[in-house]
Nanobody
């Protein structure tokens, strides 16, 4: 069992930066692939970024490539999402998720555990 708690969301102006954190419980955190998803009002939850358990491979959604960076610290049981050059269209609830897989799923059903989400609002 893994429990995930996101933090770091908030209100930021367009062009600004935020760093989200996801703290995980459980001794086997290091064996999970981790992902970030987001969901805006009236839209489907979409894949933002993912990282393999070892941290050596990452994957990004097309909308955030070159602006967002995912990383993890297995010693701290924490995964991060550094967001730069934020746009109003990045406004959404951001969710952290954990997958018992070697690869990085980009679909929601590929993940076994989810956090409660943290709101990110980008003003124009």
């Amino acid at each position: 069992q893994v429990q995930l708690v996101e933090s770091g969301g908030g209100l930021v102006q367009a062009g600004g930066s935020l760093r989200l954190s996801c703290a995980a419980s459980g001794r086997t955190f290091g064996s999970y692939a981790m992902g970030w998803f987001r969901q805006a009002p009236g839209k489907e939850r979409e894949f933002v970024a993912g990282i393999r358990w070892s941290g050596g491979f990452t994957s990004y959604g097309d909308a955030v490539k070159g602006r967002f960076t995912i990383s993890r610290d297995n010693a701290k049981n924490t995964v991060y999402l550094q967001m730069k050059s934020l746009k109003p269209e990045d406004t959404a609830v951001y969710y952290c998720a954990a997958a018992r897989r070697v690869g990085i799923p980009q679909a929601r059903y590929g993940y076994n555990y989810w956090g409660q989400g943290t709101q990110v609002t980008v003003s124009s």
